[in-house]
């Protein structure tokens, strides 16, 4: 339908030009030529009709109007996307820009206010509805968004191969662009794969932040671990210092009494040779002395008997 009218707007321009050109012979030169003024008005000419089909084509059009009849079935709606991607919740897919997101939020936000409509839920639903064009309004989910989006275009466009659409004015202009005819459904496709792929960012950047605070943690573990050591060793460092007078008046007891002790061996030693030596003349005398005794016992015997 948009290749026909683009080509029933350039036929219209064409024979817009023919009948100038039959209206104002003289225009054109004796040779049949045109000259350099001619061609850059025909020019210009061209350029606005090109201007005027590609914005006609940019257009965004409006959503359709929602009726009061619609508020049930719209909380229903937002209440089971609510873990969706904003443009799920207020249910955009297609001609996405500013201006209809906040044309669509008030048409919703109007439908299932709570002061307005009496549904059970309809208070939890406009709080989500609420919650999600705010977020669409916010400079870092857009750039989110767009960081993701056309990786998961081309992710769609691959999965589902889709074929280029073919577009008369980028052929006629040797203009080299990749154009899909999106749908709602492949751009609900297209919403839902940003959200896959935005879920896998996050997760990527959990799992970095839970590796580097294991990392700091770590490391911060091993420095603790080391200023114990230090502070251990210089304890043990200020012990053995302020035990330095101990130890030394407690050799110099040491060492003083094994001299005393020295002493009292040698002495003792001494003594015990003297006691051997006079020992051993007592056992002489002794033995003499037991000798004559028995030598008179046995004459006293003797006598006795006679």
């Given at each position: 339908m948009e290749n026909q009218t683009k080509e029933s707007n350039l036929n219209t321009e064409s024979d817009k030009h023919d009948e100038e050109r039959k209206e104002n012979p003289a225009s054109n030169n004796e040779g049949g030529n045109i000259d350099d003024s001619q061609l850059d008005e025909l020019f210009e000419d061209f350029l606005k009709d090109v201007e005027s089909i590609t914005s006609n084509q940019n257009t965004p059009k409006e959503t359709n109007k929602l009726k009061k009849e619609d508020a049930e079935k719209e909380i229903n709606r937002i209440l089971s996307n609510k873990n969706s991607s904003p443009f799920e919740i207020?249910?955009?897919?297609?001609n996405i820009n500013l201006d209809i997101i906040k044309n669509r939020y008030r048409q919703l936000s109007i439908l299932i206010h709570p002061d307005k409509c009496k549904l059970e839920k309809a208070n939890e639903a406009f709080h989500i509805l609420n919650t999600a064009y705010e977020d669409l309004k916010r400079d870092d989910v857009k750039e989110q968004y767009k960081s993701v989006y056309e990786v998961a275009k081309k992710n769609i466009v691959k999965r589902l191969n889709l074929k280029k659409k073919k577009n008369d004015i980028n052929e006629y202009l040797n203009i080299e662009e990749e154009e899909?005819?999106?749908?709602?459904?492949?751009?609900?496709?297209?919403?839902?794969?940003?959200?896959?792929?935005?879920?896998?960012?996050?997760?990527?950047?959990?799992?970095?932040?839970?590796?580097?605070?294991?990392?700091?943690?770590?490391?911060?573990?091993?420095?603790?671990?080391?200023?114990?050591?230090?502070?251990?060793?210089e304890e043990e460092k200020k012990l053995w210092a302020e035990r330095r007078d101990e130890r030394v008046n407690s050799w110099k007891s040491y060492k003083n009494e094994n001299i005393k002790n020295e002493k009292e061996f040698h002495l003792y030693k001494n003594i015990s040779k003297k006691k051997e030596e006079r020992t051993e003349e007592e056992q002489e005398q002794i033995k003499k002395m037991s000798i004559k005794s028995n030598v008179d016992n046995h004459a006293y015997k003797k006598r006795r008997k006679q």
């Open positions: 207020l249910g955009i897919h297609q899909y005819e999106i749908t709602k459904e492949i751009q609900q496709l297209i919403n839902e794969e940003c959200e896959v792929l935005l879920k896998q960012q996050k997760e990527k950047f959990e799992y970095a932040q839970k590796c580097k605070l294991a990392n700091l943690k770590y490391v911060q573990e091993k420095e603790e671990e080391k200023l114990r050591e230090e502070l251990k060793k």
